[in-house]
RNA sequence: GCCCUUGUAGUUCAAUGGAUAGAACAGGACUCUUCUAAGGUCUUGAUGGGGGUUCGAUUCCCUCCAGGGGCACCA
């Protein structure tokens, strides 16, 4: 609808006032519900073009939609200082309740697209556990993947894990050294942490044991047998455990391509490179990338032959471009290494792999300890992500064991489950993306107010009345049978849903669809506080059963495409 | 030093150049013989400073201040 009215404005204007060149105008969700359902700008922005008084555009405007008005049902209303303001009348309501009773969990979505699009996110480390740092990627990056998908892309989504590179060779000189095979056993990935901060500690002061790491990855890259074998070792244990915690938190990414899989590529990227005169070769054999603008130069092989992660992401890049032909890559990273991708973007123009703008960095604000600085896993201050959320669901099961003694143990923990994963997760997908996150535990495990457990909450009430009705909504629309406020201002809301979900993922912002989904839970218990529904009349608790059920599936459908699950009872 | 990013109630966060800057938490006052009180109603309270562009700036530009991050042999 808000394309449309765009269209329709942007045609009458050019028809009416003879314009070339429209200027730029807004069709606007409106925020409050005597604005109407949409506002343009549009008079404003065209009132000093054509020197005319805003108002008096806007009237001109008005005048000539009104036939297309009445045929899409919307009303219209121009207020100081020009804005016109678009109602949508009870046929149209009408009209979208029956679309979601029809479309189901598929309202909303778009049409089938030929364009893929590929999302690469979380790319957790090898031998180290995933902290709460990795939550944000996993989880800004899945629903991306869920909002796109919906939209009608061919969606890969993909991870790229980090499992080559010096740090590695640290970690097998470490182990050389100190390794111990049973208890690494007992517990790898606590043991391959323990090693790698041990040797980083030692490393900082003694320049000998940084050398060493680097001739132990070396060796591996050069297919030492030893090197190899411990290497995998590694590798086997880190993935058991990401797969761990990818099940709790319920995200599933279907290609995984690790930074070693890319390493019979890694030539080729070099001889682009020296071939195309892109990068130059130093006196001590370094390959660099220098740049005619100011960006700092990138390595592309260090003075002993070694690759580093830069090679290996453009050989990467090579080959998912060859491969999948994909119209957009999204890499969701934090804000950190925003230079590197500049410098890896205009490298991959460069090479000729791709047209930088198909390229984006999602980046995200940083989880901060609570001195407010870094996570730094060197120093072993990292805090594993399945610590955060068991304490969520822990603290999730408390309150049902206060508030709902009666159900079954099995099913209390399933909803404590869904609830806490669903608290933490809301908590990082309700807020913009850019600002950094100092990690606290009451914080990030709300239960209250603002969170997912309110949305989930809304849902389990209107399903607990759906229960207790005992009849099947017929599904018969009596558009005329909702009269109060409150069954109005809940529909208008939901009229917005495809609207929310195409500008979130277009931003790449969640953010807009969690803010959308505690509005319509607040409108819903609105109507729930005033509006009784088990002891009204016939038809109207018809229309209005019809009404909350339609609710439900956008809510639902809304939760799971920011990854989140919804509870019948909770 | 250069580059990226953030600065909004006591606190944690929203806001696509628009209309009276929204919530939540904390504080205060109400609300369960009525469909789940993890709810609802009322209430106190904010755009870091200074310029500029605009009919209109939290949003764009400049500058200063403060936080976080980055700047070739780590990833």
Redesign the pocket.
Known sequence: MQSQIKQAIKETVSKKFGLKNMPDF?V????KP??GDY?S?VA??L??TLKKNPLEIAHIIDMELEKWNIKNGLKTEI?P?G?I?FFIDTKGLGLVLKEIIKKKEKFGSGSKKKETIIIEYSSP?IAKPMGVHHLRTTIIGQSLVNMYSFLGYKVLAMSFP?D????FGSLIAAYKKWGDAKKFKVSPIKEMLNLYVRFSQLAESDETMQEEA?LEFKKLEQNNKENKRIWNLFRKESFKDFDKVYKKIGVKIPLVFA?SFFEPYLKQVIIDATTKKIAQR?V?G?L?VKFKD?T????LQ???G?T???TRDLAQMKYRIQKWHPSKIIIVVA??????FNQVFKVTELLGYAKKEILKHVKF??V?DST???FATREGKLIPLTDVLDEAIKR?KK??GK??SKLPQKEKDK?ANI?GIGAVKFFDL???R?????FDWN?ML?????SA??VQ?SY??I???IR?SKIKPSGKIKIELLKEDEELNLLRHMFHFAEIIKYSALKY?P??LA?YL?RLA?KI??F??K?????AEKEIKDARLTLINSTAIIIKSGMNLLGIEVTE??
């Open positions: 807004s606007d969700i409106s925020e005597e604005h506002a700008n404003m922005v009132a000093k207020v200082p804005f303001n480390n980090g080559w590179g010096t740090q680097r930074e130093g001590d370094s660099v100011d700092p130069p990138l390595l260090k003075s002993d070694a580093l992660y830069a804000n950190q290494q925003t230079l590197y604000g940083m901060l407010g600085k870094k999730a309150v049902i508030l709902n909803i609830v309700s807020q913009n850019l600002s950094d996150i100092v914080k709300n239960l209250k107010g603002a457990p309110y909450y389990a009430r399903k607990s009345i207790k912002e953010n807009h803010e505690l607040e218990n609105n729930y506080e509006i009784p529904i088990l002891s009872r909770m």
